[in-house]
């Protein structure tokens, strides 16, 4: 907890950093802001994010000018012989919420399993295990294995790699391959269960990539702060632990699945713009409400002391999705937002990244972040948050990941009605 003589007289330094400009009726009122904000902010750091706000924006309108592909083409690569739900559960969750194609490229064992799921997947059976390729066919079928995805890659708005992946050393360095030209293409890439077991111990393939999202549950959150931390996982400090994660790997975004999800794309306020530090000061200031980056300038808020407001542990910059959601922890909820993103849980965040993308391009885009991989992570975990708490609303404890998939669109609707 923080000292309150300490908060008290960083308040009163702010407070009176305002009152000598202050000398209009606006900046008085801007200054009565100014001291609820703090007050507000200081006894209780709110890392919420307005989670429906941006799922509103970035959701696109139904528009009868738009053809087959614009809401979204996105492809999953994972399912083999072990796993062909969580490929599926990725996947179909992509459509679910307003994806146009929906692509699953998996081992040949699982891609018939798969496509009995469900008619609406578009399945490619291309990856291979070792146990299928001998030896001196391993280069060959590594090469015709990238050929076949390649000729695919420019159409993808977002990979999401891992679902129901598994651990085959070959196919990994398959998939090795896959990302590193996807990255190339810059294509988005949410990585999600066994895919983070391959970047955990191969970091280079996402850092420095703001296009890359990782998902993390407990265990593989535990491995990545493990591997690139050299640290244990540190509960007190989750935030700072999160945002310290994604600046080490060089500005990826994650997004830490839990009671409540913390999402970070490692940006701190030294790494902001001047633009959105007022802008950030000016919420902060007036206690959440948004100030025009005018109204900023003229009260001078650019040299507000900055250090004095990190020292107070401003979070801000890392968001919390706490939406209540199910009690329930059936597998496979992790792969629903992985789609979604990719469903936070995989494919949910693969949907709203490139719808936030399109947004973003199109100059369409009225929330203060411009990072679409942030917004989509946010956007999905609401969604699937919301999601699971109605399906466990209606079946409690028989709840299972199916019963969740079938409630995003009513979800999604309740937020975001279509007309
Ligand atoms: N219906 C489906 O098809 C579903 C499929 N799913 C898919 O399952 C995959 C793993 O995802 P998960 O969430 O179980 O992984 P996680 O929490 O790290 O591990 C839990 C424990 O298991 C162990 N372990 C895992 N793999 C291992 C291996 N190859 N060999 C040995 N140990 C292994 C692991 O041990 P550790 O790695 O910590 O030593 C830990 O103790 C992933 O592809 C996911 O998408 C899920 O999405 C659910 C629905
Ligand atoms: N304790 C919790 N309370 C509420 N929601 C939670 C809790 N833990 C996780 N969730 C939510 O459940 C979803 C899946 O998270 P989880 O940690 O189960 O992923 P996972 O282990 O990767 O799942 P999967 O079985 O698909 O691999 C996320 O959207 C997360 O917000
Ligand atoms: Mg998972």
Known sequence: MLGSSGVLRRQQFLIRSLGVRGCSDRNTITNQKAMQGIMKFTSRPSLEADAESVLRAITPTLDPNRYKGQAGKIAVIGGCREYTGAPYFSAISALKIGADLSHVFCTKDAASVIKSYSPELIVHPILEESYSVRDEDRSFISEKVLAEVDKWMERFDCLVVGPGLGRDPFLLDCVSNIMKHARRSNVPIV????????VTNCIDL???YPLAVLTPNINEYKRLVQ????????DEDAPEQVLSLAKRIGGVTILRKGRSDLISDGETVGNTSKHRRNCWYGCLLAGGDDISCDTLDDCELGSL????????RCMKLVNSVSIYGSPRRCGGQGDILSGRQVLISEFDVGVFLSWARQKIKDGDLSTSSRNPALLGCIAASALMRKAASLAFENK???TLTTDIIE?????LEDICPVG
């Not at 990585?191 to 391959?198: A, E, R």
């Not at 002391?305 to 107070?312: D, E, M, N, T």
């Open 396 to 398: 409690k404890r028989s």
């Open 407 to 411: 409630c995003l669109g009513r979800s």
């Open 227 to 234: 591997k690139v931390l050299s640290c244990e996982v540190n």
């Open 206 to 208: 996402v850092s420095g």
């Open 305 to 312: 002391p900055y250090q004095q407001l990190l020292s107070i």
């Open 191 to 198: 990585i999600d269960g066994d895919g983070l077991f391959l």
